[in-house]
């Protein structure tokens, strides 16, 4: 266990989250992917009638995520997209708290993850990575360093510049 594993592994703040369910072109790919990328865990899958996958469950560390085909039918008719039908864009950002981003990061970009911020330790006491999955999706993986007080946090924000 690193030097950084001592702290809190997540603040209590983010224990208990919403769930994001996210869509994409290929949902079997995307778990493929994240499987092999964030060593997430496949817990459940539903395949839709027609074909495809209409909703499946993966954990990534403690963090559950729902994902499912944005072309099977049924979700069509909720006026489901994938960030390719949106241009590529998305407005959301996934934010995982992670023992070891280093490690993570190397294995997503190994895995085909296109990395826009290498891990570095940050102001607000994270080390952290932010990157874009094969599907469009932006990810930002943080391993927590160090509490850091509002105080601080604005201290370090202004010298920050």
Not at 88 to 117: C, M, N, Y
Not at 139 to 153: A, G, N, R
């Amino acid at each position: 266990m690193t030097e950084r594993a001592a702290h809190t592994e997540i603040p209590d703040r983010y224990r208990y989250a919403v769930i994001p369910h996210i869509m994409v072109d290929d949902a079997a790919a995307a778990i493929d992917f994240y499987r092999r990328a964030f060593g997430a865990r496949e817990d459940f899958r539903l395949e839709a009638p027609g074909g495809g996958i209409l909703h499946a469950e993966i954990t990534i560390g403690r963090s559950v995520l729902m994902l499912g085909d944005a072309s099977v039918d049924e979700a069509e008719a909720g006026s489901f997209a994938a960030p390719a039908a949106l241009g590529g864009g998305t407005s959301v950002t996934l934010h995982v708290f992670v023992p070891d981003v280093d490690a993570l990061a190397e294995r997503a970009q190994a895995a085909g993850a296109e990395i826009l911020q290498p891990p570095k330790d940050m102001f607000h006491g994270d080390r952290t990575a932010i990157l874009k999955d094969p599907s469009g999706h932006m990810w930002v993986f943080l391993t927590h360093v160090e509490d850091v007080s509002e105080e601080e946090l604005r201290r370090r924000l202004a010298a920050a510049g």
